[in-house]
């Protein structure tokens, strides 16, 4: 068994904030990337109803831009979602949900990216994201059998 940490902090190693994208479990019925979601993770909690604990994550949607990967680059690409009210649109999981943790890497414009950019503010400055199914084997054999 393989296991992996996926972060969400305000302070990562007394610096920037880090918050970590993963795959969220959404239909367990459906093969590779159409029974995933991706989320960016905005922090962790717990609570206990009935003597039960809950781990839960506070969390940010992505939503799918198609239904199948870019044919350019065979990565499927994802965007921030937003409620009808254009608010991000947030909620909250249980952690057995998270599959694996997600590498975003933003789609650039034809613009200049600023040199002030840092790359803890990157999740909020780009409008859509490839997901980095080259990161490693894992997210390789995920992405590659979903078409």
């Known amino acids: 068994m393989r296991r992996e940490y996926i972060c969400s902090c305000h302070s990562w190693q007394n610096g920037a904030p880090r918050y970590d994208c993963a795959f969220v479990n959404t239909d367990s019925g459906l093969k590779g990337m159409y029974g995933l979601d991706i989320v960016r993770i905005l922090a962790f909690f717990s609570f206990v109803s009935q003597s039960k604990r809950y781990?839960?994550?506070?969390?940010?949607?992505?939503?799918r831009v198609g239904d199948k990967p870019d044919t350019d680059?065979?990565?499927?690409i994802v965007r921030p979602a937003f409620t009808a009210q254009r608010r991000p649109s947030i909620g909250i999981i249980h952690v057995d949900t998270l599959y694996h943790a997600a590498h975003l890497i933003p789609l650039y414009a034809t613009r200049p990216v600023?040199?002030?950019?840092?790359?803890h503010h990157s999740y909020d400055s780009f409008t859509a994201f490839y997901i980095n199914k080259f990161i490693d084997h894992h997210a390789f054999s995920l992405l590659s059998d979903s078409y």
């Open 73 to 76: 680059t065979g990565m499927w």
């Open 114 to 119: 600023s040199r002030n950019l840092k790359p």
């Open 55 to 63: 781990p839960c994550a506070v969390v940010r949607w992505f939503d």
